[in-house]
């Protein structure tokens, strides 16, 4: 019970020297509402509610409904109490933080009365802020620069992916005049192989049409002949802009497909039909999920400025003690243990998941491995700007919830001026 | 596709909600009980041979026999000081000695002397001293009863089911033991030697199996059992623990409640299967008595319950009125036990705060835990990571919800290795306490007694080189399937393991420990994953006793030998505080129990209330149930509820199980955060009372939370209430346990008494059933017209940030314009109390002068603490309010008037909490 009258003396850091500036208020009032403390006049409670004599602000007796009477006190449940932190950051904690024997103020005002033994921390503290915000700004200094080239590399790819989508969407209609064509061809052939055709098929233990068959069980058993190899391989030339996935099925087939043929018209025919096959069940497929793919690319949501798109199709890792974990940016995120053992999904893409002032600093990834009695495994990933894109921390909160951070220049703020950031944190 | 299939449905099959019953034995599944349940009332074979009988100045002895077989049986009748009889009931001349509790009487209790009034062949009547009460011994058949002038207070083997299994040597191998072992389990090797009147061998008795687990019973049967009538007594209460109303029901249609101390996986609710823990005493209660049955007995034990009016509805028992029918309502209890002897202590009351002082001159009273422990506890199996600890407790601050203890289950070990931390997790546990401490915060870290079997671990090489583990049926270290995998179990009720296994919690024994952390035993009924009943064979050896001798006990040693290594590792100096899930009668006195793996449901949150009070009427007080439920995830609505009613309960943790998602009270949006925020700070400025509360339960063994006839024993409205409460006298709760609930009804008791809402102030009559609105803010809390509460309304983040506060007294009036109060203080953590540290003071209002006077004038302790603000509720308006200090000073006090509700509030009085002083209102 301690603390009536209040003649605080701030002690000012200014570059070059240590000067003593009295500013008389109330403990515990910010210099914004000094104001309102006006001694020699009835103290109003903030909140309008009751007027009462001046000698009763922080008379350590709870007055006002709204704790306005006591910033520099416990008494009012409900007040909090201003640190004015010279050299660091001014703040209000709780007044429940006054006198309770923990160090809350980095200038120590909060502990006048309760023996704590505090120390002014906030010319280090402030140092410190300095340098992190510094090393900060710095940070999102060259991570902005990078994240103007990933939004140019967006851009052109972007580009390049609409092109190719009309490319492809001009093979797919080519072709499939050409499967039609094709379906014509093999009709007329089947017509005089019937008989050969049906004897054949009695062998192959009541397999119907080539419709139903399957084709890699029937190609990898055949040879095939030159000619519907070439007349394939003009279907592969046309398709030549497909991505990399689509190449290596496709080169699979197109070796089996090279092996020599010594046997009669009856394997020609049906190698005919098996190659229609080929074309209809795999290419017309991969063509249709390439465009989907394209499509979907094109339209995703990579940010406002696409500058996300480059983490596209691909992965990042980090090991912990114990594991593995994958993050594959806008597919899913794995965790395989270090020492052997299968790969558990934690999730596949969700959404953006961030607040509504800043959506994309958040990444949810839902849907995973379920798990016993609980959730399916799902996975937060918060994002940080970073130079480079990197996944640093991982944990589960929750059984079967995970949470990552991740670092990345897309995320990196335009810097706003370092030198305004700091002098902000001197004012008083 | 199969194997898919099988899992998916067991994964179906798993989140069912329920108890495995088939995992627990019934009755019937139980060889004794089945064995015991089969004797129905009759005419005792017993007879008292009244020639034997010796009175000394202590006791009586007496000779019973049993006509059937000649066996006979060793009587023993003591007068207890505190008006208590003890019965002990032994075989005269048994085979070896049957197994009689030790350690869990405070003392030999001390006796007073037996007057023999008169004695003829029939039997013979003893003084039980004062206010003409009288047992009588009849001999033939052998009953006791208890009069009190011409009542029978209770009878004894008055249903003729005294019944004890002698020991015997095995008739088909009266051999050399030696070559008993390897004949054992030979059906086949018939004797034909057998002797007169044996009772023939039924199955079980030598041998039994549950399941795929075998019991070999290598003493035979060595049951007891006796029955109780209660004349006149129609509510019967306590032997917990169960999961069941406070009145306990009758057991005719179904089983016995059982006692046999379980590790029981999704309890289910409202039946008498067995639970974590056992305290074999009951309470009978009507109007005019309360009387308690203690039955010490550490064996499996199962409890049948009857009444004479049980099946009867309003209409016959009125019918029974109107034609005078004679009959007066009884209840008939009968005990049975597998194994030691009959040893009884009957107490007399005749009110509940007697009763409940003669429970705690025979077990002790709840231990004063440090003021820390009665503030909030932060549990979750399990807090990650010393980073996850470090950011739970800045939660805390960074929504302004004070918490005294954040809490670490199994994960945080070295492979459940108790005593160790996760290198990686837990890489610096000191920097983690000290963290803590620097906020004036405490941990507590789980010991479970399994112990894991490797040798690579110091704790489990101490125990087996020093021959401390429980050995098998063949002579080997007991292993069993629990956390780690392979794990042994300690002998705790040896006193030198338990010696050795407190010096493991001093400072330079347990790595990585400091003074703010504190201890939870859990698992120690004991839980053996892989044993019958998921607990210990019953053949496995302590010593000289079999597992199924002490069984019960097991809990109570684990968390004594704990609670006294905390009290060892400060010299003495601190207070301790050990959560335990298994319990038996004087756990009390070690700390705290919870109600262990309950759900996330409504139900299992109004069943937290008749599980609490069951407790605290056998002497627990320091209880309370996970907050927010175990298993499953609470909605919104019910945590927030349960935070509520969790704030009025004796323990309040919250604790969540592992596969639920994350529920620290900020994880549900601003509005419920306040909310939750509003309840823990309602418990902070009420710490004062609740310290006040275990202060005095430590001293007399009244319970903490009571129901409400212990307060109002009169009032037949009270005798089944288990939906409120009382803590102390004089705060009610009643809390809101229906989802989406607009209002509840409560009886507030006390024909002429007033209640006063504690948020309102508005006041209510007693002895009325009370229709309350009510919102999510709050659950109804009334303060009785005649009380005066101190509070300390600056709550803080701890409890003892608090210490030095001021605080704010609530003087509630009663219709004559009186108050009474009390006001405990002291350092809240050492034993210096003992040493009468501390200011224990009576506030008093009358005639218009509220006084505190000194109750303890040879105590000594100063307090900065001071009074703050006095509210005064049920007042009218005075001209002058006037203080008058000790040193004679006087000043006029200001103060304000609500008329509407009639409160004074007296501003700032400002003297010293541990000082006289008076204030006249004028």
Redesign the interface.
Known sequence: ?CCQYILLLLLLGVSGGVSAVEVQRPRGVPLSKRQFYEEDKPFTCLDGSRNIPFDRVN???CDCQDGSDEPGT??C?NGSFHCTNAGFRPGFI?S??IN???CDCCDTTDEYNSGAACQNTCRELGRKERESLQKMAEIAKEGFLLKQQLIQEAKRGLEDKKAKYADVQLSKNEFEKRVEALRTVKETAEQPEKEAKERHLKAWEGKLGCESISPSTVCTEHYITDSIVSLINIFLARLSCLDATYNSSTQTNSLMITRNNSEGAVMQSELFCCSVMLVKEDYILDLLSVCRNLEKEISFDFGPTAEFAYLYSQCYELTS?EYIYRLCPFNRVSQKPKYGGSETNLGTWGQWAGPEDNPYSIMKYEHGT??????NRSTTIKLTCGKETVLTST???????YLMEFTSPAVCQEPSSLDSVLHEHEEL | MAPVLVLWLAVCLSVTWAVDRGNFKTCDQSAFCKRQRALKPAESPYRALLETMELTNTRLTLQLINDNNKVRLLLELYRLQGNMTRVKINELKPLKPRYEVPDVLIREPPTEPLSLLSQDENGVVLSLGAESQRVIVSARPFRLDIMEGRDVLMSLNSRGLLAFEHLRMRKDTQVEPEAEKKEEGDPANQSETTKEEEEKVEDGMWEETFKSHSDSKPNGPSAVSLDFSLPGVEHVYGIPEHADTLRLKTTDNGDPYRLYNLDVFQYELYNPMALYGAVPVMLAHNAQRTTGIFWLNAAETWVDISSNTAGKTVFGKMLDYVQGSSETPQTDVRWISESGIIDVFIMLGPTPNDVFSQYASLTGTQSFPPLAAVGYHQCRWNYNDQEDVTSVDAGFDEHDIPYDYIWLDIEHTDGKRYFTWDPHKFATPKEMLQGLMDKKRKMVAIVDPHIKVDSNYKIHNEIRSRGFYIKNKDGGDYEGWCWPGSAGYPDFTRADMREWWASMFAYDQYEGSMENLYTWNDMNEPSVFNGPEVTMHKDAVHGAWEHRDVHNLYGFYVQMATAEGLIQRSGGVERPFVLTRAFFAGSQRYGAVWTGDNAAEWEHLKISIPMCLSLGLVGISFCGADVGGFFKSPSTELLVRWYQTGAYQPFFRAHAHLDTPRREPWLFGPENTALIREAVRQRYALLPYWYQQFYHAHRTGQPIMRPLWVEYPQDPATFALDDEFLIGRDLLVHPVTEEGARGVTAYLPGKGEVWFDVQTFQKHNGAQNLYIPVTMSSIPVFQRGGSIIPKKIRVRRASSCMMHDPYTLYVALNPQRTAEGKLYIDDGHTFNYEKKEFIHRRLSFTNNILSSVNLAPDAQFTTQSWIERIVILGASKPSTVTLKTADGKESQLEFDFDASMSVLTLRKPGMNAGVDWNVMLQ
């Open positions: 019970m008379d350590d007796y416990a008494a449940p709780p429940s933080r309770d024997g923990i003690s379920g798990c016993w009695q609980g959730p944990s589960e909160p929750s059984r079967c919830e």
